[in-house]
């Protein structure tokens, strides 16, 4: 079993960053394919990032490209996700989770965390 908790949400103007973090403990997160997904109201839960087990592969939606960073640190079990030049429509519950490969469904990642809010104010 992993669990995952995520961390670094919040309120913060458009244009500017924040930085989350996911953290987990139970397994090392090395032998896993991460993803951040996020939900807002209303909405589907949607693909953001993801990163294979090395962290050399990373992949974003389009929504995102250029303006968020997936990383992983499997030394401290932690991935991250840098996001730079937010904007209100990034506002949304952000989750990380685990799973065998990189994709963009959520159906194929074994191990979710709690979420946190990012609010981006306009």
């Known amino acids: 079993q992993v669990q995952l908790v995520e961390s670094g949400g919040g309120l913060v103007q458009a244009g500017g960053s924040l930085r989350l973090s996911c953290e987990a403990s139970g397994r090392t997160l090395s032998s896993y394919a991460m993803g951040w997904f996020r939900q807002a109201p209303g909405k589907e839960r949607e693909f953001v990032a993801g990163i294979g087990w090395s962290g050399v592969f990373t992949t974003y939606a389009d929504s995102v490209k250029g303006r968020f960073t997936i990383s992983r640190d499997n030394a401290k079990n932690t991935v991250h996700l840098q996001m730079s030049s937010l904007k209100p429509e990034d506002t949304a519950v952000y989750y990380c989770?685990?799973?065998?490969?990189?994709?963009?469904?959520?159906?194929?990642?074994?191990?979710w965390g709690q979420g946190t809010q990012v609010t981006v104010s306009s």
């Open positions: 989770a685990a799973g065998p490969r990189v994709v963009t469904t959520t159906r194929e990642y074994n191990y």
